[in-house]
């Protein structure tokens, strides 16, 4: 009994100290777990770390490429639409020179012909290099009376009416004894028939111009003058020869002024008579008349004092009056004899 409680007791031993070694063998790994852990940590927390730097560096590598690449292909663009517009505008440039060119080739009455078929205004042009320019742009820019299409009813009867008006006034005149004695005139003669009728001369380069300028001119004015060198609104100053024509002209009130270039109140009243002329138009013909370039129909008119202004209708004297009257003095005395 003894030897087997013995025997029992060391067992029990045993199994205690078993189980002891066994704790303290569970306890010592965890220990070494727990510590190799602790020992790793940080290096696993920088691979995790490192690892999500390493992908964000990979995106914004990855957005940068795609800005640069969308840079790129703007920078592309952009340089292909300069270089599209430089293209064309070198390719304008090219058009205008070598059109520029080909119209100053151009004999200067085919450029005028031109001008006018495609209905382009030429007045201010006064030497061949303005109106090469103006053709040449007229071309590059297709402008034609044919293309525009601006052709309706009101300007069709606008048109009409001046047919019409130009009818009525050239009815009586004869334009082939006008343009004989045009003519046959000089070209200063010429010039200076422009000037006292007050037509600028742009564009009137070559002889037929002026002449075919002054035909028109005398073609309006045939039915408002005896001689076609008045025109409505303007004063002219005539020679005797002409003026006896006005004077005779069955037409609207005439008012001669006989003046003299060095008599004071002749050039005081000169800026009214031009005055009254714009105002009355085609109602009242004003004529100057130089006394001592005239003295044969200055004497007829028994002319004694400067100026003299008489009214005439019809070829009869209705009234007159000498010395410098101001404007409304003027106005006054010829409404009182219509």
């Not at 061949?128 to 040449?136: G, I, Q, R």
């Not at 009101?154 to 004695?181: I, M, W």
């Not at 037409?251 to 005081?268: E, F, H, I, N």
């Not at 004092?305 to 009234?319: A, C, D, K, R, W």
Request: with cysteine.
């Amino acid at each position: 009994m003894r030897r087997s409680s013995i025997a029992m007791t060391g067992r029990g031993t045993a199994t205690k100290g078993g189980v002891g070694f066994a704790v303290i063998i569970l306890i010592s790994s965890l220990v070494v777990i727990v510590k190799g852990w602790s020992f790793n940590a940080p290096e696993q927390r920088d691979s995790f770390f490192g690892s999500t730097r390493r992908h964000s560096l990979r995106e914004d590598f990855g957005a940068a490429a795609i800005r640069s690449g969308e840079t790129a292909r703007t920078q592309t663009t952009t340089t292909m639409f300069l270089s599209s517009e430089n293209s064309e505008a070198g390719s304008v440039e090219e058009k205008q020179s070598t059109m520029a060119q080909e119209v100053s080739g151009m004999r200067l009455s085919e450029i005028k012909a031109e001008l006018k078929e495609r209905n382009v205004d030429f007045s201010d042009c006064f030497d061949k290099e303005s109106m090469v320019s103006k053709l040449t742009d007229a071309r590059i820019n297709n402008i034609s009376n044919t293309n525009d299409n601006i052709c309706n009813d009101e300007n069709v009867d606008q048109d009409h009416d001046k047919e019409e008006t130009a009818g009525n006034t050239t009815r009586e005149f004869d334009r082939e004894a006008a343009l004989n004695e045009l003519k046959g005139m000089r070209v200063r003669e010429l010039r200076e028939e422009l000037g006292r009728r007050r037509i600028s001369r742009a564009g009137l380069f070559e002889k037929e111009d002026l002449v075919n300028a002054l035909v028109e001119a005398r073609a309006v004015a045939s039915v408002f003058s005896a001689t076609g060198m008045l025109t409505p609104g303007e004063v002219a100053d005539l020679p005797e020869a002409e003026v006896r024509k006005e004077i005779d002209h069955q037409g609207s009130l005439l008012l001669l002024d006989v003046y003299a270039t060095w008599c004071g109140p002749c050039q005081m009243i000169a800026p009214f008579l031009k005055e009254i002329a714009a105002e009355q138009g085609d109602q009242l013909r004003i004529v100057k008349m130089d006394s001592d370039k005239n003295s044969g129909l200055s004497s007829e008119l028994k002319v004694q004092g400067l100026p003299t202004l008489v009214l005439f209708q019809g070829g009869n004297e209705i009234n007159r009056i000498e010395g410098g009257p101001t404007k409304e003095q003027l106005m006054g005395w010829i409404d009182s004899h219509r």
